[in-house]
């Protein structure tokens, strides 16, 4: 403010005040104009967009007293929101109408637009029921890892009802209702081949015309069948289907990062290091990047950490950014739920591989903490499993040999048990067996730096 007016008293303040509303309101004219034809974009938006131009003229015109006109805009409004099954929109076009004929005294038109407006009343009705529970379904997701396993007990009933109303409407909205919580059900218990199987399936219906393409998201389909393949294991498949699908989303799009993600995981769990360093640089490299929330720049950190952990070679000018990251990141909180456990290990990880023995026993510290107070549900025994493992290389005093034979049956369980679902929290970003081949193979170059540091200074004496 200063550098614009060269000082900032009160009247100067109110000038800039001004001077930044009328700047934000050319940038919101701006909007007006946004190109959403690109393929890459969600598909409902160009019809959207249409007709809420269509209706925006047609109120012009009748404003005006241009009825005939205007008639004709608000009934291709109403086609339009028809074909894109947008029932809202279609209801308000056909209630300006009514009032439109009503004003024109034109009765047969008028008789034929209220039976048509009841229909639509009655639809979006039972339709918006369907959204209430949808949208109850959702913030439950979003929420507590609490609230997400007490939402599976309700799913069944919500699921029910969905299914009541989709037969009962018939239209793509509850479609979408019922297939997003058919979607989350299988999510939250770890069903991740169900999920492939109802992915394949609605993307054969789409392809049979069996789903409304204007309004059908298709990447949101492919997400989930990636990430699904991710959490399956399947990594080699789904980082096949993750190249052929990463080009449907648009760079600008917070889309974009979040399918970027699991596009990177697929390579950590493929042990395509390199290319996880690419993808890696790839978001850097997005003018998008910052705009991102805080949480998702943090966890690009994280990813970006264990890849420089697991190939500090792909970057060595970055080893200080790295080693200030895991010093200074919190060792655990609810901002980064998810998120925590894959935190403490590679911080233990970190100072394992420093052979810091005051650090590691903080982060000894840290893990049993966390254990106790976080991973006593047995759907966490994965990371029980892992945690005990790595607690072993310290008790045994970092010796190879010992360290492999007692956790020899702790690995044995840890690969019989599956991977928990979404409603238990923590992500593995690496999986825990690759994890502890890396952790032996730390024990195993100190080792082998010990004997050649004892043969030497055998041979100077």
């Given at each position: 403010?200063?550098?614009?007016?060269?000082?900032?008293d009160?009247?100067t303040?109110?000038?800039?005040?001004?001077?930044?509303?009328?700047?934000?309101?050319?940038?919101?004219?701006?909007l007006y104009?946004?190109?959403?034809?690109?393929?890459?974009?969600?598909?409902?938006?160009?019809?959207?967009?249409q007709?809420?131009?269509?209706?925006?003229?047609?109120?012009?015109?009748?404003?005006?007293?241009?009825?005939?006109?205007?008639?004709?805009?608000?009934?291709?409004?109403i086609?339009?929101?028809?074909a894109?099954?947008?029932?809202?929109?279609?209801m308000?076009?056909?209630?300006?109408?009514?009032?439109?004929?009503?004003?024109?005294?034109?009765?047969?038109?008028?008789?034929?637009?209220?039976?048509?407006?009841s229909?639509?009343?009655?639809?979006l009705?039972?339709?918006?029921?369907?959204?209430?529970?949808?949208?109850?379904?959702?913030?439950?997701?979003?929420?507590?890892?609490?609230?997400?396993k007490?939402?599976?007990?309700?799913?069944?009933?919500?699921?029910?009802?969905?299914?009541?109303?989709?037969?009962?409407?018939?239209?793509?909205?509850?479609?979408h209702?019922?297939?997003?919580?058919r979607?989350?059900?299988?999510?939250l218990?770890?069903n991740?081949e169900?999920?492939?199987?109802?992915?394949?399936?609605t993307?054969?219906?789409?392809?049979?015309?069996?789903?409304?393409?204007k309004?059908?998201?298709?990447?949101?389909?492919n997400y989930?069948?990636?990430?699904?393949?991710?959490?399956?294991?399947?990594?080699?498949?789904?980082?096949?289907?993750?190249?052929?699908?990463?080009?449907?989303?648009?760079?600008?799009?917070?889309?974009?990062?979040?399918?970027?993600?699991?596009?990177?995981?697929?390579?950590?769990?493929?042990?395509?290091?390199?290319?996880?360093?690419?993808l890696?640089?790839?978001?850097?490299?997005?003018?998008?990047?910052?705009?991102?929330?805080?949480?998702a720049?943090?966890?690009?950190?994280?990813?970006?950490?264990?890849?420089q952990?697991?190939?500090?070679?792909?970057s060595?000018?970055?080893?200080?950014?790295?080693t200030?990251?895991?010093?200074?990141?919190?060792?655990?909180?609810r901002?980064?739920?998810?998120?925590n456990?894959?935190?403490?290990?590679?911080?233990?990880?970190y100072?394992?591989?420093?052979?810091?023995?005051?650090?590691?026993?903080?982060?000894?510290?840290?893990?049993?903490?966390?254990?106790?107070?976080?991973?006593?549900d047995?759907?966490?025994?994965?990371?029980?499993?892992f945690?005990r493992?790595?607690l072993?290389?310290?008790?045994?005093?970092?010796?190879?040999?010992?360290?492999?034979?007692?956790?020899?049956?702790?690995?044995?369980?840890l690969?019989?048990?599956?991977?928990?679902?979404?409603?238990?929290?923590?992500i593995?970003?690496?999986?825990?067996?690759?994890?502890?081949e890396?952790?032996?193979?730390?024990?195993?170059?100190?080792?082998?730096?010990?004997?050649?540091?004892?043969?030497?200074?055998?041979?100077?004496?």
């Amino acid at each position: 403010m200063k550098g614009l007016y060269g000082k900032t008293d009160a009247r100067t303040q109110a000038t800039y005040r001004k001077l930044k509303s009328r700047v934000q309101q050319k940038l919101l004219n701006h909007l007006y104009f946004l190109d959403q034809t690109d393929p890459r974009h969600i598909a409902s938006r160009r019809y959207e967009q249409q007709c809420l131009g269509l209706l925006h003229q047609a109120k012009i015109l009748a404003g005006e007293g241009e009825y005939s006109m205007a008639e004709k805009l608000f009934r291709k409004f109403i086609r339009v929101a028809d074909a894109a099954e947008f029932t809202a929109y279609a209801m308000l076009g056909a209630r300006i109408l009514r009032n439109l004929y009503a004003e024109m005294r034109q009765p047969a038109k008028y008789k034929h637009i209220v039976g048509q407006l009841s229909k639509y009343q009655q639809k979006l009705t039972l339709e918006e029921e369907a959204e209430t529970l949808y949208t109850d379904i959702k913030m439950a997701v979003n929420h507590k890892v609490r609230s997400r396993k007490y939402l599976l007990s309700q799913m069944p009933a919500y699921e029910a009802r969905l299914e009541q109303l989709h037969k009962k409407v018939k239209s793509y909205n509850t479609f979408h209702f019922l297939y997003f919580i058919r979607m989350t059900r299988e999510e939250l218990v770890g069903n991740y081949e169900e999920i492939i199987n109802i992915t394949a399936a609605t993307e054969k219906a789409r392809k049979q015309g069996k789903i409304n393409e204007k309004r059908f998201d298709k990447r949101f389909n492919n997400y989930m069948s990636v990430y699904a393949h991710l959490r399956c294991r399947k990594a080699e498949k789904g980082l096949a289907l993750a190249e052929e699908y990463f080009k449907d989303f648009h760079y600008s799009s917070g889309n974009w990062f979040y399918f970027l993600e699991t596009y990177l995981l697929l390579a950590l769990y493929a042990k395509q290091y390199g290319q996880a360093f690419e993808l890696l640089q790839q978001a850097r490299k997005n003018p998008y990047y910052s705009k991102q929330r805080t949480a998702a720049q943090q966890r690009w950190e994280l990813y970006e950490a264990y890849v420089q952990f697991v190939r500090p070679e792909q970057s060595p000018l970055k080893l200080r950014h790295f080693t200030q990251f895991v010093q200074t990141v919190p060792d655990y909180g609810r901002d980064k739920q998810g998120y925590n456990v894959a935190i403490l290990i590679l911080q233990f990880l970190y100072f394992l591989q420093r052979r810091d023995i005051e650090g590691l026993l903080a982060r000894l510290e840290g893990l049993r903490k966390y254990e106790q107070r976080h991973l006593r549900d047995p759907a966490t025994l994965r990371s029980q499993l892992f945690f005990r493992m790595l607690l072993m290389t310290v008790k045994e005093h970092f010796v190879l040999a010992v360290c492999e034979k007692k956790a020899a049956p702790l690995l044995e369980r840890l690969r019989a048990t599956a991977q928990p679902g979404e409603a238990y929290g923590e992500i593995e970003i690496i999986p825990y067996e690759d994890l502890w081949e890396l952790t032996l193979g730390i024990l195993r170059q100190q080792q082998a730096e010990l004997a050649a540091a004892e043969l030497a200074e055998r041979n100077r004496i």
